[in-house]
């Protein structure tokens, strides 16, 4: 079992920043590749990010690609997602999950509660 809780979400103006923290307690995190994902009110929740279990590759969604970075500190069991260039199509609860390097939400196996970010425009 695997218990997952993010933070750092919040409301911010289109163009700045956020960084999402997730932090992992439970069985063994280091082991397990993480990932993001979104959801938009009335949508599908969405792949963001992946990171493998080492930290050594990552996959992003084309929508996020240069402006999104996944990393992952797993002396401290936490992944981040550092949110740059924010748009207002990024507005969505922001979900960790853990046991999937897929780009399918099907596929995570552990699930965090989820936190809202918010860009005005």
């Known amino acids: 079992q695997v218990q997952l809780v993010e933070s750092g979400g919040g409301l911010v103006q289109a163009g700045g920043s956020l960084r999402l923290s997730c932090a992992a307690s439970?069985?063994?995190?280091?082991?397990?590749?993480m990932a993001w994902f979104r959801q938009a009110p009335g949508k599908e929740r969405e792949f963001v990010a992946a990171?493998?279990?080492?930290?050594?590759?990552?996959h992003y969604a084309d929508s996020v690609k240069g402006r999104f970075t996944i990393s992952r500190d797993n002396a401290e069991a936490t992944v981040f997602l550092q949110m740059n260039s924010l748009k207002s199509e990024d507005t969505a609860v922001y979900y960790c999950?853990?046991?999937?390097?897929?780009?399918?939400?099907?596929?995570?196996?552990?699930w965090g509660q989820g936190t809202q970010v918010t860009v005005s425009s």
């Open positions: 439970g069985r063994t995190f280091s082991d397990s590749p």
């Open positions: 999950a853990a046991g999937t390097f897929s780009t399918s939400y099907k596929t995570a196996k552990y």
């Open positions: 990171i493998s279990w080492s930290g050594s590759f990552t």
